[in-house]
C-alpha cells in the first residue's frame, strides 16, 4: 500500500497525518468521486479475486473500479495505514423490487472506531449509497445534500435507511440494507464473492454495470445504456436521461465517463435477476 499514490488515485491533496473525523470524511467523498462502483471484470472473462495487492493493482495501479469485497476491503487497508481503527462487518441488501434481502455476507462494509465514536463507511454501494460516514451513536436523520439518511436499531440488528429524493422530512423511510456489527474478517466474504459472480440470482451475474458520483449528479452504464443523473436543486427536481448504446460505442464511454479500459472485450448483459429460492 503506496498511501501516498492511493490519495492521489482518489483526487485527495490535502494533509493526510493523522486520522480525524474531517479526515475520514474527505476521503470517503473523494473515493466516491473517483473509483466507480462497477463488475465489469466478471463480464470480460475475468474472475474477481480478494488479495489485498491485486485489488490494490487493479484500482490504483489500473484505475479501476470494483463492488463492495473490493472497493471496501481495499479502503480499509488504506484507512487502517492512516492510522484509523477498522471494523469490517457483514450486510444484507434489501432489493428494491421485492423487499427481500440478500443472503448473510452479501455486502461488506467497514465501522470506523474514532473519538470515542463509530462511523459507518461504505465506498463500495452505488445508488442510493451515501457519501460521508453515517454515525452509529444516533438514530437521528443525518442529512447529506439533498438526501437524508438514518441508522435505525432493533434488537440485535440496525438498519441503514433513507429517504427518496422529495420525500422531505416527513417522507418515508426506506430500508437499504441491515447489519449487525459483529467482526468479520475478508475470509468470511469470499464464497459470496464467488456468489455475486455466478449466480442468476445476483444482479451482477445478471448485468454489466458501472456507476460514478460526480459533482451535482451521477453517471451509470448498465448493458447497452448510459444514464445521467442530475441531483435535485432549488429550480429543478431530479433528472435522469438516457441513452441507447451500440456494442462498438461502450469501450468508449467507459473510457470517458469512466476512465475504464478494460484489458479483454466485455460481453454487455442485462438480464432479469432470478427471485432467490430462499427468503432472508
Known amino acids: 500500500m503506496d498511501v501516498d499514490r492511493f490519495l492521489s488515485r482518489i483526487g485527495f491533496s490535502g494533509p493526510a497525518q493523522e486520522p480525524s473525523l474531517e479526515l475520514l470524511r474527505s476521503v470517503h467523498t473523494c473515493h466516491l468521486l473517483s473509483v466507480p462502483f462497477e463488475n465489469l471484470t466478471v463480464h470480460s472473462g475475468g474472475r474477481v479475486q480478494l488479495q489485498a495487492p491485486l485489488l490494490y493493482d487493479k484500482i490504483v495501479t489500473r484505475r479501476r473500479g470494483g463492488f ?82 438514518r441508522v435505525r436499531r432493533t434488537t440485535g440488528m440496525l438498519f441503514v435507511e433513507w429517504q427518496k429524493e422529495g420525500g422531505g422530512p416527513a417522507g418515508d423511510w426506506t430500508e437499504i440494507y441491515k447489519f449487525t456489527l459483529e467482526p468479520r474478517r475478508l475470509e468470511d466474504f469470499r464464497e459470496m464473492c464467488l456468489y455475486h459472480q455466478s449466480s442468476p440470482c445476483s444482479i451482477f ?76
Not at 459507518?120 to 445534500?145: I, K, M, N, R, Y
Not at 473510457?255 to 479483454?264: D, R
Open 68 to 149: 463492495c469485497f473490493e472497493n471496501n476491503s481495499l479502503f480499509s487497508w488504506f484507512l487502517t495505514r492512516l492510522g484509523f481503527h477498522v471494523t469490517l462487518l457483514s450486510a444484507q441488501v434489501r432489493s428494491p423490487n421485492t423487499g427481500r434481502y440478500g443472503p448473510p455476507f452479501d455486502h461488506l462494509i467497514l465501522m470506523v472506531t474514532l473519538e470515542g465514536g463509530r462511523w459507518l463507511c461504505d465506498v463500495g454501494f452505488g445508488v442510493p449509497g451515501f457519501w460521508s460516514p453515517l454515525s452509529l451513536e444516533t438514530s437521528a436523520p443525518q442529512e447529506q445534500g439533498h438526501r437524508v439518511y
Open 205 to 280: 451475474f445478471c448485468k454489466s454495470l458501472c456507476t460514478l458520483l460526480k459533482p451535482g449528479g451521477r453517471v451509470t452504464y448498465i448493458g447497452h445504456r448510459l444514464i445521467t443523473t442530475t441531483f435535485p436543486s432549488e429550480a429543478t427536481g431530479l433528472v435522469e436521461t438516457s441513452r441507447d448504446l451500440e456494442d462498438e460505442e461502450i469501450p468508449e464511454v467507459l473510457k470517458e465517463h469512466f476512465g475504464i479500459e478494460l484489458p479483454s472485450p466485455l460481453r454487455p448483459k442485462d438480464e432479469a435477476v432470478t427471485l432467490p429460492p430462499v427468503v432472508y
